[in-house]
C-alpha cells in the first residue's frame, strides 16, 4: 500500500530561532512535512552550532533540533532584509520566533504588523515569560525558569535541590508551541485567518508542575524533595543491587506489596507487619524498610532482582547509562532508529515517537549555516547579479 503525503506537506514555516525550544517546535513541524526555513546570523549563525562538539565535531542540541531544515543566513538590520523577510512571509504558513523580548515587534514581526498584508499568517511567539507582564523583558534560561516554576523546589535530595538533566523547560514550551501550531492549521481551514500564538516557557513549566501545586493547594505541605525516590509512596524509587547496578522499582497497592514481600524478598511476613501495614505506614518508617530491602538486593545481581520483580508483576526498570539507551532492545526490535545525515556525516536520530504508520516522517539532513540562502533568494525572485551583490554587501 502507497505511503500517504506527510500531513504538512505544502506547508512552509519561517523561523527565527535559536537555542532550543523554537529549534525543538520547528523541527517536529518538518518531521510532519513541512517546510522550514532556518534564519540565521551570517558568519555564526544560531548560537546552539557553538554548545559543543560532540557529535562529529557538531553541538549535540543542533543536530538533535535542526534536521530536515533549510538554513537561510540573513543580517536582520541589512537594509534589504525586510525586503527578504517580507517576500519570504507571503509564500509562507508560520512565523516562529524566539528572538529576544521586544526584538520581533523592532523589526516589524508583530502578527499586528503582519496581519495585514499577510493574513493567513500564523505567528508563534515563544518567549521565557510572555507578551506582557512584569517579567516580559526577564531574561530566560532553561534552568532559571525550572527554578521560576517552583520545579527545583521539589526536585533533588531534602538538602539540595537539583535540575533536571535535560532541558525541560525548553521542550515544554517547544512542545506547546507545535501543538498549538497545528491547531491554528486547522483553525485557519476553517476561518480562512491566521492568528497569534504566545508561547512562554514559565507557563509551559507551571502547567508540567500542576500536580504538586495542586498537592500543596492552599497552604498544604508541598511534595518534600526525595531524590529520585517517590516523595509520598514506599517503596518506590531507585535500590542498588549487588553487582552495583542499580533497580528503580514501584508499588502502587496492597496488592502488590503482598506479592513484593512474598516473591520478591521471600519474606512473607513483612507483609503483615504493622509497621508497613498500609501505604502510609511504609512512608513513615521507609527507614526501617529500606534497610530490609536493601539486605535481600544485596544478594543479588540487576538481572535477577528484575526477574523477581517481573515473577511478581511490580513495576520496574533498570537505570540505563546512555550507551545503555543507545542500545535499548526495546528500540531496536521496533526499529526506532535511523540515520539522518549531517555536514559531518550520518549520525543514528530516533524517529519521531507516535507518528502514523500512514506516511514516512522526514528525516532528511541537518544544515550547514547557510547552505541554502542562494536557492532561497533565488526562489524569492533575486536574480544572480542581486543575489551576489547582496553576498558582498554582507546581507547574507
Not at 10 to 33: K, M, N, Y
Not at 254 to 259: A, N, P, V
Request: with cysteine; charged share 20%; net charge negative.
Amino acid at each position: 500500500m502507497p505511503l500517504d503525503r506527510p500531513p504538512l506537506d505544502g506547508i512552509t514555516v519561517v523561523s527565527l530561532e535559536h537555542a532550543i525550544a523554537a529549534p525543538f517546535c520547528t523541527r517536529q513541524l518538518a518531521d510532519l512535512g513541512a517546510r522550514v526555513i532556518k534564519i540565521e546570523r551570517p558568519g555564526v549563525g544560531d548560537f546552539a552550532r557553538a554548545y559543543d562538539a560532540r557529535v562529529l565535531g557538531q553541538a549535540s542540541h543542533f543536530v538533535w533540533t535542526n534536521r530536515s531544515k533549510e538554513s537561510l543566513t540573513l543580517d536582520l538590520k541589512h537594509a534589504q532584509a525586510p525586503e527578504v523577510l517580507m517576500r519570504l512571509l507571503a509564500k509562507s504558513d508560520v512565523l516562529v520566533q524566539n528572538l529576544a523580548p521586544g526584538a520581533a515587534a523592532r523589526l516589524g514581526l508583530s502578527f499586528e504588523a503582519l496581519h495585514e498584508r499577510f493574513a493567513r499568517l500564523i505567528v508563534c511567539d515563544i518567549s521565557g515569560y510572555g507578551a506582557d507582564g512584569p517579567y516580559r523583558d526577564k531574561k530566560a534560561y532553561d534552568l532559571l525558569i525550572q527554578s521560576e516554576s517552583g520545579f527545583l523546589s521539589i526536585t533533588g535530595t531534602p538538602d539540595s535541590p537539583a535540575k533536571a538533566g535535560c532541558s525541560i523547560a525548553d521542550i515544554a514550551a517547544g512542545m506547546y508551541g507545535f501543538t498549538n501550531i497545528l491547531a491554528a492549521l486547522i483553525q485557519r481551514e476553517r476561518t480562512g485567518r491566521g492568528c497569534r500564538l504566545d508561547v512562554s516557557m514559565l507557563e509551559s513549566m507551571v502547567e508540567w508542575m500542576s500536580y504538586p501545586l495542586y498537592y500543596a493547594y492552599d497552604g498544604a505541605t508541598p511534595p518534600p524533595r526525595a531524590g529520585a525516590a517517590h516523595a509520598t509512596i514506599y517503596p518506590y524509587g531507585p535500590f542498588p543491587t549487588g553487582d552495583g547496578k542499580t533497580v528503580m522499582l514501584g508499588l502502587q497497592n496492597e496488592r502488590e506489596w503482598q506479592e513484593f514481600c512474598a516473591r520478591v524478598l521471600k519474606r512473607p511476613e513483612l507483609a503483615n507487619d504493622e509497621r508497613f501495614a498500609s501505604n502510609a505506614r511504609r512512608v513513615a518508617a521507609r527507614d526501617q524498610l529500606h534497610p530490609i530491602i536493601l539486605e535481600v538486593f544485596s544478594h543479588l545481581d540487576a538481572d535477577a532482582v528484575v526477574a523477581r520483580l517481573e515473577e511478581a508483576q511490580i513495576a520496574n526498570a533498570r537505570m540505563n547509562s546512555m550507551p545503555e539507551v543507545w542500545a535499548h532492545p526495546q528500540l531496536h526490535a521496533r526499529e526506532r532508529w535511523t540515520e539522518v545525515e549531517t555536514p559531518a556525516g550520518s549520525v543514528p536520530a530516533l524517529r519521531p515517537p507516535g507518528v502514523p504508520d500512514t506516511f514516512a516522517p522526514r528525516m532528511d539532513p541537518v544544515p550547514a549555516l547557510g547552505q541554502h540562502s542562494a536557492a532561497i533568494l533565488a526562489e524569492l525572485g533575486y536574480s544572480d547579479a542581486s543575489i551576489e551583490a547582496l553576498r558582498r554587501e554582507g546581507a547574507f
